[in-house]
């Protein structure tokens, strides 16, 4: 190899040798974006709460019941109190009765039919007819004890009401084994408030209606009371400043299904997107893992390539070493 060669290779090998190590800088760099990245996976690893199963002895409570005679009494609250020879508590207790209740229903697009059928612009004295296939009947009153009895008790829970303040005519009619009220202002109303003369039933106003039935209510009291209680400090008789009576109680282990099942649905819902986020991490982070190694594999190759280069230098800077004494000889001769 000629000296002007040697040259050309050395300088060669020199710019690959710099472009080597460029894009081994290159890589180490993306190599340490990388590991940034693997680091904030595994913060986030770290910052997932795990979420825990709820268990049911935190649903679960002592009850403590006793019978007055006429229904099943359940205490609610215990406070002890001083100052009293006679009391020692002031006790919350409540039962569950069954409740005479006047109730509002509104009905949308209620189909009222009118006698006779409306047809604007005439407009003679309606009556009320239906209410889509329910016959109506016009109240009238001492006819009938039940239907007395419920009126007076819807007009009792609905003062605000138009039932309550009509002084009109006031008519009924049975759905579903049900007796519904309605008054004849509203009947007419939503009566002839159809937009589609053809089609008078569709598209009316609402129409209140009003029912009674019994419904079952939690009625409770707060009392001054004497407690008892076993050698395990589970309440054995309880008796009231109102009553002369001593009521033995009964204790049951009771568990609130409903907001347990609330809560172990809350848990699995949790559970899903715990999952989620830990597959998100672990395939993000299968990527990183991924990437990091084809870069590894690269840079040793570059590594490999580096030591041949410089290898093959040192050749070529021995060559033209040679060359350069040889010409060196030839001039002194």
Known sequence: MGMAASQ??????????????????????????????SADAFNQYLALEVPTAPSTQDYTKVQYTYNDGFVTEAIEDMTPISGSSDYNYLVTHYRYVDVYTGIRNTKAN????????????YTPPYTPAYVGNSELTLYTAG???????????????????VIASTTG??????????????????LLASGESGKDPAHPTEQQINLN????????????????AFVEFDNEGRVESISYENSSATFMVDTETITDDAAYNDAMNQYNYKK?????????????????????RTLELRLRQLDTEQKALTTEM??????????????????SN
């Open 8 to 37: 050309a290779r050395y300088l060669a090998l020199t710019a690959r040798k710099t472009n080597v190590e460029y894009e081994g800088q290159q890589i180490n760099q993306e190599r340490t974006a990388l590991a940034n990245q």
């Open 110 to 121: 209620p189909q009222v039919r009118l006698n006779p059928p409306y047809s604007p612009p």
């Open 143 to 161: 006819a009938d004890e039940t239907l007395d009895l419920a009126l007076e008790q819807i007009k009792k829970d609905n003062p605000d009401d």
């Open 169 to 186: 005519n006031i008519y009924y009619y049975t759905s579903y084994g049900k007796t519904y009220f309605a008054t004849e202002q509203e």
């Open 209 to 224: 209606t009003y029912y009674a039935a019994y419904l079952e209510q939690k009625i409770s009291a707060t009392e001054n």
């Open 272 to 292: 899903a997107q715990y999952e989620k986020s830990i597959q998100d991490i672990n395939a993000k982070t299968e990527i990183i893992q991924q990437e990091d």
């Open 314 to 331: 040192e050749a070529v800077a021995a060559v033209i070493k040679k060359n350069v004494e040889s010409t060196f000889k030839t001039f």
